[in-house]
């Protein structure tokens, strides 16, 4: 009797030890299985990324949220898929797998607004800000939300929000502005003078340069405190833009406000400081527009020099690299003046080496127009010391910019020959007396 019971226990020890492996196997296997799936289904999803294959990919796993936000996507934005409740339940699904997600839910906002679920959508984009409150993305979508219905203050209050949090997509935002206002400027300039921050203003304002609205553009530029480091710098950018458009007068505006500011740590800067900016060349040629531009050839080195200098601390240096056939007009320096008015140009210059006959000048011409102003000076001599040039003409009744250039000329068809160094110093230029000359309109002395 003891050896049965002995048996019998055995037996049931041994089903119980094969029913716990027939059930690490079948968890084993649905581990596998599942596993498989989700390894099969990201692969999918991952190396063939159209619809089909996204919807084959949620069959193997369907808590793919990534799978699910691309397939939404295709139903938010594909042409020939578009189908906004499908996007939805696709988003839907996404939110609930990740619902800490923000940009989930910034999603799911928009495909909710493409449904027109407009209470659903701002829920949605709200969930999203506080999910996120430093982000730049959810404002950015919130505020783009917001514009599409209109609602300009409270979509510029989240744009303001955006831009403080990423400067750098002021472009971005400027762009978004004028296409969802159809090109409504004075929305941007409504938008850029309630930024907060002198580089964000700056930066609509060249938004709007860059769309022609040179006025607005000025407009929101002028909205910068003196003291913000961005006005300078965007004042520069802007001179820059309104010359090369042809928009003088207000080239000419936003160039003197930049000059006075940045030089007013060296003291006041006068009319006729103004009148003829930077004759002595003292000055850095940062602020660009009127002032000298200063460029060399292979033919001539043209650069400012400490030693030779009639007043101030530098002149103009032109040395001759080349000696035949030399035709250069690398110096030049922009001019505003009143047009029917008589003007006095004055200059120093002194030359080393130089021939007698070396077709150096002075040329003034009318920036809009040749036709309408043009002058070239008597050909300057060869003066070992420094020697004042005076040159007197009139505006005519529609000139507003002039351009001198230094200029050497070729003198001869068949021979022709400039070597040396010629020096150029302090620069004025200033209303003159009426007088009666043979020739009232362009005169020199």
Known sequence: MRRVKEVEVNVTSAWKRLGVLLLLGAALVWVLFHLWAQVRGTRMANVVGDAEHLKTALAYDPGQAEVHTRLGFYYLYDPFLFDPPQAVQHFEAAVEIQPFDWNAWSNLGRAYEQQGDVARAERAYLFGIELAPHYFYPRWAYGNFLLRRGEIDRAFRELRRASDIHPQAIGNICDLIWQTTGGNAEVLVQFGTSLRTGSAKGAVSQCLMARAEYQRAVNVWKTLTRDDPAKIDTGRSLVSWLTGAGQWPLAYLVWQEVVREEFKASGEVSPADLMFWNGDFDYDMAVGGFDWSI???????????????????????????????????????????????????????????????????????????????????????????????????????????????????????????????VWFDSFSLEPAPLEITDSPNRTEQ
């Open 295 to 421: 460029n060399s050839s292979q033919e001539v080195e043209a650069r400012l020099d400490t030693v030779e200098r009639y007043r101030g601390n530098q002149s103009l240096l032109l040395e001759f690299k080349q000696h035949q056939r030399v035709n250069f007009s690398g110096v030049t320096h922009d001019l505003w003046v009143e047009p029917s008015t008589r003007y006095r140009l004055r200059f120093y210059y002194k030359t080393e080496k130089v021939p007698e006959t070396n077709g150096l000048a002075v040329v003034l011409t009318d920036v809009e127009s040749l036709t309408r102003f043009s002058f070239e000076s008597k050909q300057l001599g060869n003066e070992s010391q420094w020697t004042r040039k005076e040159i007197t003409f009139e505006t005519p009744a529609e000139t507003r910019i002039l351009r001198l250039q230094i200029v050497r000329r070729p003198v001869g068809q068949i021979y022709d020959y400039i070597k040396g160094r």
